[in-house]
């Protein structure tokens, strides 16, 4: 008898579980919540490639955790699932930044979430949302979704085409506030807004534009014509800022960024963003660098 | 010869299938023991019974009940590592446990 097993028997014959305890896999959950996924990939390993520098932290592309599960290829900045750095964990309250692309008609079944602000970014194609407050919608580019877990929900999600891959980013932010009644919003967003200028599409204010978490965290969307600059202020003192490029190259301050990298920078009361590249495009998550 | 030492880890959350949920995935990995426990009597009595290195609070528990419970681990075993459990599944769970093993050298 392995030692799981001679524990578990030893509890059950204290009558120690009756309805309100699992222990091991005595209870089999029929909810079909995501299969763990086999390690895959490179980078799950601690690698040293974080330029950190007084205030700033790069994490280039090419240095991001992999997992290619064959209908789901997943690059994660920050640890995720089975991919674990330890110096890659969060940057402030941003803790998950998924950049995902799904085969045609397949997604991710019905699975838990609890306490988290999660906020879906489509890139390319339609993303198929259900959930166990009874949404059920389709997210496109141009929309963004924003769902507090809470005490706890389900959802799905799945590529509605079956016949083109869909790219999306999901971003978990830490909230505020723990076990707040979860909710789910979602905006289709006017993307003429965003043309050399930065285009607000999160805030912690429901009456302010875009889509509202349980956090003092501001998302922006720019896409830039090459050459263009403008200037990002932070909306709160302490904050810290992280940016993404979506597409394209761009100069943050002195600091050149490609393609998916991203650059950390705390202690600062404004960045300067300089495109380098024709339609580049950025997403800026202004984040508390504490719970 | 090479022993590893079974990390014995208990789960304690108000919502019953994330609970089960989360359970099942801490005893997919074979050096991770999963208990899980709904409410702060049989979460007491369970980590009397067996000696937990890593205790994760889930969702729904009240801020009183958490106080009491931390308390109650602390002062009966103060090695065992108290988390607080976010997200609700597998994206984060092996992370969260990992690095409490880590920030214990307890891998």
């Known amino acids: 008898m392995d030692r799981k097993n001679f524990i578990k028997k030893g509890l059950m014959g204290t009558g120690m579980f009756i309805t309100s305890a699992a222990i091991g896999d005595v209870m089999k959950n029929d909810i079909d919540e995501i299969k763990e996924l086999e390690p895959l990939g490179f980078n799950h390993l601690p690698n040293p490639e974080s330029f950190v520098m007084e205030n700033t932290v790069l994490h280039k592309s090419a240095t991001r955790g992999h997992a290619n599960h064959g209908w789901l290829d997943s690059h994660h900045t920050f640890s995720f699932a089975n991919y674990h750095n330890p110096d890659r964990m969060h940057f402030g309250v941003l803790r998950v930044l998924n950049d995902d692309r799904v085969d045609a008609g397949m997604g991710f079944g019905k699975h838990p979430h609890d306490n988290m602000e999660i906020i879906s970014i489509p890139l390319e194609g339609d993303l198929e949302h259900q959930d166990s407050m009874g949404n059920v919608a389709v997210i496109k580019k141009g929309d963004i979704q924003a769902m507090s877990a809470g005490t706890g929900i389900y959802h799905s999600e799945f590529n509605k085409n079956k016949d083109k891959l869909t790219k999306f980013l999901q971003i978990w932010v830490y909230p505020n506030k723990k076990n707040v009644t979860p909710r789910y919003d979602q905006i289709s967003l006017d993307e003429n807004e965003r043309h050399n200028k930065l285009q607000q599409i999160l805030s912690p204010n429901a009456d302010d534009a875009g889509v509202w978490i349980h956090q003092d965290a501001w998302f922006h969307l720019g896409k830039f014509d090459k050459g263009f600059a403008t200037e990002y202020k932070l909306k709160k003192q302490g904050n810290g800022i992280y940016a993404f490029v979506i597409k394209g190259d761009f100069n943050i301050g002195t600091i050149a960024l490609n393609e998916r990298d991203g650059l950390g920078i705390w202690d600062t009361k404004a960045i300067a963003i300089e495109a380098l590249s024709e339609n580049a495009e950025i997403l800026l998550m202004e984040v508390p660098m504490a719970l | ?107």
């Open chain 2, 1 to 107: 010869m090479l022993f590893i030492i079974m990390k014995n880890i208990l789960y304690i959350g108000r919502h019953p299938e994330i609970l089960e949920t989360v359970v099942r995935l801490i005893n997919n990995n074979e050096d991770w023991f999963g208990a899980g426990a709904e409410t702060d009597e049989t979460a007491m009595e369970l980590f009397q019974s067996i000696n937990f290195h890593i205790v994760l609070l889930g969702c729904g528990i009240e801020p009183e009940s958490e106080e009491k419970l931390r308390t109650f681990f602390a002062t009966t075993n103060p090695n065992c590592r108290i988390v607080q459990h976010y997200g609700g599944g597998s994206g984060l769970l092996k992370n969260e446990i990992l690095s409490a093993l880590e920030n214990h050298n307890m891998v």
